[in-house]
């Protein structure tokens, strides 16, 4: 009882809030805009600067991407998106094209989204922002001014900026502004519609309100505008996405320490959250964090940190606790289990997260090596992200169906928190399934309902329900 109000709390706190009004006022002054790279970022600022009223050309280097695009395929499963491009593309405000070097001749407003992957030293790769600089640069037929989009560590707006100058042969005046992303994957298109904050780190006045004039009608809508030197505009884009995989971690251990003494970590994140200088929000226990940014932002964080002789020692054990969190989980289930040599295993889950094919780092394929590891059997299911998963891990078991998944499985894994694994009826899966041990590392079922269907439950930083 008290876990379902719990969810619903949540429920009518951060989710639902979030589905309404996805799409903002209309702008009076349109403005013509490039967007260069076309992931996540880029397709959502672009779909959401066309929705907003400017003119939006997306441009990316990958043709296959951008010919399906212009079919009105989207690469990626993100809620609103698809309707968006859909919506826009026919109201001839959103267009895109390989042809990177007209994009730029023919707009005096460019972001730079492309992406910032991390490399093998863990710092961020930054040769193709460095190109879409270069680009810029022997393109300035016109006074431009650039917008940086994609994350990038401390000190490389100003490197940008040279690089733009290093081949702006004809010396034509431009100028630079930082503005980092807050979108989460999943929610991005109403996190671009309905942002807490948006911030733009500038060097002069008329950038900021250039920028300003751009965003208006999301902050006519509510939104505060932050406006910041660039460099602390960057350390605001690290800082931020590091304090909430600091939070993570931190409550990950409180969840152990909770188990450890009986206390519910639910009840302890409800009774820090509702003090507002802590809040509810990223107090959730699970498997550890995932994503594209997280993990590799705090990496690059430290780097850059260390490049200025900072060590960031609270990130850095954020980052140590995290790495060894799915082996810490998983070792407690071995436990209960006896072992898993030989068991059939049944992952829920592969996205990182709820409402999203990503799975780049996710925690459900750590869980999933880890029992291959210790040779189980594993099969998994998901409702939407499967198939970027078999490109990650082409030999991953899967199942045709979320119920299939659970035949003759000696134990089962929740590890992604998708919605549909709440509606699982317990009753039906206890009939097809062996064993009788559900593993819930998300802490989304309801455990009075999977133990009164005959199973042992097992949740994070809770006691568990024994059959
Ligand atoms: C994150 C930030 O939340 C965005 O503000 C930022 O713009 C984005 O990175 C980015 O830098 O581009 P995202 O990676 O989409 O967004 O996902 P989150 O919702 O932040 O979740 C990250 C991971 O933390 C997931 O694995 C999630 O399951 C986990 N998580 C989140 C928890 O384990 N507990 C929580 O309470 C919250």
Redesign the pocket.
Known sequence: MQSQLLRLTVLLTFILPNLQNLSAKELENPRAITVIGTGY?GLVLGSCLAEIGHQVTCCDVDSRKISSLERGEIPIYEEGLEDLVHNNTIKNRLFFTTSLKNAVLESDIIFITVGTPETLSGEANLDYVFSAAQLIGENLNRTKTVFVKS?VPMGTIIKIKEVIQAHNSANVPFSIGYAP??????TSVSDFMHPDRVVIGVENTETSQLFTEIVQPILDDGAKILTTSIASAEMIKYA??SF?AVK?SF?NEIADFCEKIGADVEEVALGMGLDKRIGQ????P?P???????PK?TLAFLKSADKNSIHLSIIDAAVQSNNTRCEKILTRMEKTLGTFQGKKIAVLGLA??ENTDDVRES?SLKIIDYLVQKKAYVKSYDPIATQNALKFYPELNIARTLYEAFEDCDAIIVATPWNLFTQIDWQIVKQICRGSFVFDTRNILCPMEVKNAGFSYMGIGKKPLME
């Open positions: 970022v994350t992303e807050f979108l989460r994957e999943g931020s996405n909430l993570i409550i929000s990223f107090l959730k699970g550890g964090y995932g994503g594209s940014c997280f932002d990182f997260k925690p």
